[in-house]
């Protein structure tokens, strides 16, 4: 769908207030309801497409993200974001939910069928050095999975669930209601199986009738090098486990990098701070200053002025599953002597004088050439 313009697919203008786009999948759902169109796939198709659309646009913030990008595919990965293209729920439900039950027969089937897990994130700390180089961790989530003990279906082993008595199966009753335009039947849930169609009479003694369990899972994690804050990793069926068979969700792992006390990072370089003297800025030097990869040797031409980047090829951060690496920065800093000795002040006033430059002396009220009893 992320080609598609979902106020198009509901029939609307862009801007649509909530009240119209509720009118406009209402209208649109109760044509192209399964239920009114058994055996037809085209019917099926456009439900999924207004469903899915509806479940887009009458949700403040992924409306709002929508008429931003003009696109529903907010995939995760290292490129940001998170993956929505698995909305949760049928389109049966979500039916329900708006007009209080269906056209009878259909609940109990897509009830029964089967649902992939919801998604789990988990935040995973790191520290600079192993953003940089890349790391294996261990790390532990609480999901649910689907109870061994009776392979989910809730029911103790050696039983099995029975057709609801008070629904027959369908997982919906009829309900009559008087109005002043005479009585009007409508289907709801069965409120005894919770729209299964069945029950159980001897719950499993393990997950006591839900068919799943919470459990702590710990899962290794491959973090490839390079990776920052804010970077998001998705593991595949690692989530919560699916119901009546259905496929696992997925497991987000959102990085988090802690600063380093050395480099400052931006994207894939590195920035460092160099403090060097007069002396060495002028005349030049070679220094020795720290990099990822230990210690390097850089040179500081003659006449560096304080502020001047030197740059490290290579020596950056690595490129997230790539070849390549960003680069490193030196930042020299010119330091401007405080408390000079005599003669050093005396030693600069010769340099300044050879520069064909006299400089007063506030506090004496003559010149450096005076205070050394110069001729």
């Given at each position: 769908m992320a080609s598609k313009d979902y106020y198009e697919v509901l029939g609307l203008e862009k801007g649509a207030s909530d009240e119209e786009i509720k009118r406009a999948f209402k209208k649109q759902a109760l044509k192209y309801h399964p239920d009114r169109n058994q055996g037809n796939d085209e019917a099926e198709e456009k439900f999924k497409e207004i469903n899915e659309a509806y479940q887009v646009l009458s949700d403040p913030e992924k409306k709002a993200r929508y008429d931003q990008y003009g696109t529903?595919?907010?995939?995760?990965?290292?490129?940001?974001?998170?993956?929505?293209?698995?909305?949760?729920?049928?389109?049966?439900?979500?039916?329900?939910?708006?007009?209080?039950?269906?056209?009878?027969?259909?609940?109990?089937?897509?009830?029964?069928?089967?649902?992939?897990?919801?998604?789990?994130?988990?935040?995973?700390?790191?520290?600079?050095?192993?953003?940089?180089?890349?790391?294996?961790?261990?790390?532990?989530?609480?999901?649910?999975?689907?109870?061994?003990?009776?392979?989910?279906?809730?029911?103790?082993?050696?039983?099995?669930?029975?057709?609801?008595?008070?629904?027959?199966?369908?997982?919906?009753?009829?309900?009559?209601?008087?109005?002043?335009?005479?009585?009007?039947?409508?289907?709801?849930?069965?409120?005894?199986?919770?729209?299964?169609?069945?029950?159980?009479?001897?719950?499993?003694?393990?997950?006591?009738?839900?068919?799943?369990?919470?459990?702590?899972?710990?899962?290794?994690?491959?973090?490839?090098?390079g990776v920052d804050t804010g970077n998001v990793m998705p593991l595949r069926g690692q989530g919560e486990h699916g119901v009546n068979g259905g496929p696992a969700g997925d497991l987000y792992i959102r990085i988090n990098v802690a600063n380093s006390k050395t480099f400052k990072r931006k994207g894939t370089d590195l920035y460092i701070d160099e403090h060097v003297s007069i002396g060495k800025a002028t005349l030049g030097a070679e220094l020795t200053v720290p990099s990822v990869d230990g210690n390097v040797k850089i040179t500081v031409p003659e006449g560096t002025q304080s502020g001047t980047m030197l740059r490290l090829k290579g020596k950056g951060v690595p490129r997230v599953n790539s070849s390549g690496r960003g680069d490193q920065y030196v930042n020299i800093i010119v330091d401007i002597p405080k408390n000079l000795t005599d003669k050093q002040k005396e030693a600069l006033a010769n340099f300044m004088e050879a520069c064909g430059e006299t400089v007063e002396v506030k506090a004496h009220k003559k010149s450096l050439k005076d205070m050394f009893n110069k001729k």
């Open positions: 529903a595919d907010f995939n995760g990965g290292f490129d940001g974001g998170f993956d929505f293209s698995n909305m949760g729920g049928g389109f049966g439900d979500i039916f329900e939910t708006i007009f209080g039950g269906g056209f009878g027969g259909g609940s109990s089937n897509r009830r029964n069928a089967p649902q992939r897990g919801d998604d789990i994130e988990y935040t995973l700390n790191l520290t600079f050095e192993e953003a940089v180089f890349g790391v294996e961790k261990e790390i532990s989530v609480t999901r649910n999975e689907t109870c061994t003990t009776c392979s989910g279906s809730g029911a103790k082993p050696g039983t099995s669930p029975v057709t609801c008595s008070k629904c027959g199966g369908t997982g919906q009753i009829k309900v009559q209601r008087q109005t002043p335009l005479g009585n009007f039947v409508s289907t709801s849930t069965c409120d005894k199986c919770g729209g299964r169609g069945k029950t159980i009479e001897t719950p499993c003694p393990d997950c006591r009738g839900r068919g799943h369990v919470r459990k702590n899972k710990k899962i290794t994690v491959n973090i490839p090098a």
